[in-house]
């Protein structure tokens, strides 16, 4: 049977879509890509649980006396390494797609150029809310009291989403320069690994030797959880979570452009 | 409006000490399937990258439709689809949702991209396995997907690189339907092959491409003329008639006529085929049966032979057995 295709009748070539409408189109494929391949779902939800439960067991008594008081600090540290960690598996997506030509055929398209990559960070953000679900839930049930209530709770969770957001970009340029996605990968862990663990997200920097301190008290990491924790117990935080509002811009206004030069190189 | 769908002069591009393309000059008319033939590393994709906009030549530019594929991309994109030389749908999603996914991208509502979807996985064949991911496909399934999503908007310009490299026959004849079903409803299309079978059949004219640059150019027929003659070889039932008939064929063929190893076998050069057709009626005439006679067409691996001293890849060699 030979096949007949036909013109299409319903769009004219020509019809480019609107900015938006072909961002929510990627953040669609990565949904899409979710539900076929649900593992990559691991690191926003088994993850951060895991994390969670040992943690506050394993160090809780140890490290704060209680595993109930240590919850309350660890919690938002938790939140914000989970988070950290996950932005990188954009940079490993995009290059997938560069190196598999998914990206030639999506740049030979009459759109709006950075959709890519809009739509990409857009379902990341998704996946940064998925986490942020989980850890709030499984803290509730383990015996988290955030003593802002739900405002301070959604004000750190958005300060985390933010902060992530902005993050991305430099995985996106990184995602775009790189030449496999396994040397992505690998630039990732040794990025994020010591940025989420030589941090205040389990210790208190205090009891740390003095080289070691100083790496922890400039690491952006450490602004953000001091003031997630803040927000959340209603501590004032206005320095800390200005410095973080301050690094989110410095890394939008240097990545967002460098990805956009590195998105319409050629290859 | 330019009458060419696709025009380039002296179109160049250097990658490092390698020049990929250098010097091309191409002008394709609308509505052909315009064929551009050549061995590996000829520079054929990098040609239609720049064409395409995906690559920024080094020197000269090109026109599609009139607009220039660097100062006016973005109109070019409108007009144009490419499907490279490797499979670039997203092998973990499904067929239908690769389609439904260009639909959007290229401003359908999802409920019409949904429509279209299911009317081109109908008209490729691909009904049985839209809800499969095209990580299962064979490869001529993930090819036709692949030409799917490049039509999911007829383009006016269709660019296919290699659309049939590794298929197996029967895959590859459905290739070629699709494409001169394409052809039909106007698009036109310019396919690079090292198939020179390919070539012949698809194309109304076709580039001949070795090392960045255009050798030759014209249609088949031309091309062929230009170089190659055809051959027809007889083999008679019996040996003894031998002389008689190669007085015949010299006679009608009008070209020396040259005794074969096997001694009822005899072959001779031919400008013109048509007048193996007489040569046959004449031997009939004179009572001479035939057990075997070939026409062998003048193949465009002769032509790149003579053009380039090489040859292409290995292809059928063709031969119309009477
Ligand atoms: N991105 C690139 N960087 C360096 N060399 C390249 C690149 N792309 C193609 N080339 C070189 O240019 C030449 C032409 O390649 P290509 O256009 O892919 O040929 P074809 O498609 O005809 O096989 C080859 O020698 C190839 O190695
Ligand atoms: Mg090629």
């Not at chain 2, 004219?205 to 027929?221: H, K, P």
Request: hydrophobic share 45%; with cysteine; aromatic share 6%.
């Amino acid at each position: 049977m030979p096949p007949t295709p036909r013109p299409a009748r319903h769009c004219q070539p020509g019809h480019a879509p609107p900015a938006p409408a072909a961002a929510l189109a990627f953040a669609w494929r990565a949904a899409l890509r979710i539900r076929h391949l649900p593992d990559q779902l691991f690191d926003v939800t088994v993850f951060p649980l895991m994390m969670l439960v040992m943690f506050t067991y394993l160090f809780g008594g140890a490290l704060a006396g209680s595993t109930g008081e240590y919850l309350q600090s660890v919690l938002p540290g938790i939140l914000v390494m989970t988070v950290t960690m996950t932005t990188q598996s954009t940079a490993v997506a995009l290059n997938t797609d560069i190196a598999k030509g998914v990206f030639d055929r999506f740049r030979s398209l009459p759109i709006w150029r950075p959709a890519p990559v809009a739509g990409a960070l857009l379902a990341d953000l998704g996946r940064y809310a998925i986490a942020a679900t989980m850890i709030m839930g499984l803290g509730v049930l383990l015996g988290f009291r955030p003593a802002a209530g739900p405002t301070g709770v959604l004000a750190g969770v958005g300060l985390v989403l933010l902060f992530a957001w902005s993050l991305s970009w430099v995985w996106t340029s990184l995602g775009l320069l790189a030449r496999t996605p396994e040397s992505v990968m690998f630039l990732g862990i040794l990025v994020t690994f010591p940025m989420s663990f030589v941090s205040n997200v389990f210790v208190d920097p205090a009891t740390l030797p003095g080289w070691l301190e100083a790496f922890v008290d400039v690491n952006p990491v450490t602004h953000l959880v001091t003031a997630v924790r803040g927000l959340m117990h209603g501590e004032p935080v206005t320095t800390e979570t200005g410095w973080v509002l301050a690094t989110c811009a410095a890394l939008v206004a240097v990545f967002a452009p460098l990805t956009m030069r590195l998105y319409r190189r050629e290859r | 409006m330019s009458p060419y769908a696709i025009h380039a002069e002296g179109l160049r591009k250097r990658y490092g000490d390698t020049v990929a393309v250098d010097g091309v000059d191409l002008a394709v008319p609308q509505g052909s399937v315009y064929g551009f033939l050549g061995p590996n590393g000829a520079g054929k994709t990098t040609t239609i990258r720049m064409l395409a906009t995906l690559v920024r030549p080094t020197a000269r530019t090109a026109r599609i439709f009139g607009h220039d594929v660097v100062a006016d991309a973005d109109a070019v994109r409108a007009r144009i689809s490419l499907t490279g030389q490797y499979a670039s749908v997203d092998d973990d999603l499904t067929g239908w949702e690769n389609l439904v996914l260009m639909g959007r991208l290229l401003g359908h509502r999802h409920r019409a991209a949904a429509g279209r979807a299911r009317e081109l996985l109908a008209a490729f064949g691909l009904e049985a396995a839209a809800r499969r991911r095209v990580k299962r496909y064979s490869g001529g399934m993930r090819r036709r997907l692949d030409i799917a999503a490049s039509i999911v908007v007829t383009p006016d310009l269709l660019f296919l690189d290699e659309p049939t490299t590794g298929l197996d026959p029967r895959s590859r004849t459905r290739v070629w339907d699709i494409v001169r079903e394409l052809a039909r409803g106007g698009t036109t299309v310019l396919l690079t092959t090292q198939y020179l079978e390919e070539a012949d059949r698809l194309a109304d004219r076709l580039a001949v491409i070795d090392r960045g640059r255009v050798i030759a150019e014209g249609t088949t027929a031309e091309l062929k003329r230009s170089v190659a003659t055809g051959a027809v070889h007889v083999r008679l039932r019996d040996p003894a008639r031998r002389e008689d008939a190669a007085r015949i064929l010299t006679r009608v063929l009008a070209v020396p006529v040259h005794h074969e190893e096997d001694p009822a076998a005899l072959s001779a050069g031919l400008d013109d085929p048509a007048r193996a057709g007489a040569a046959l009626s004449l031997l009939a005439c004179a009572g001479i049966a035939v057990s075997d006679f070939s026409l062998g067409r003048p193949s465009l691996d002769e032509v790149f032979l003579a053009l380039t001293g090489q040859h292409t890849a290995p292809g059928p060699r063709q031969e119309a057995t009477a």
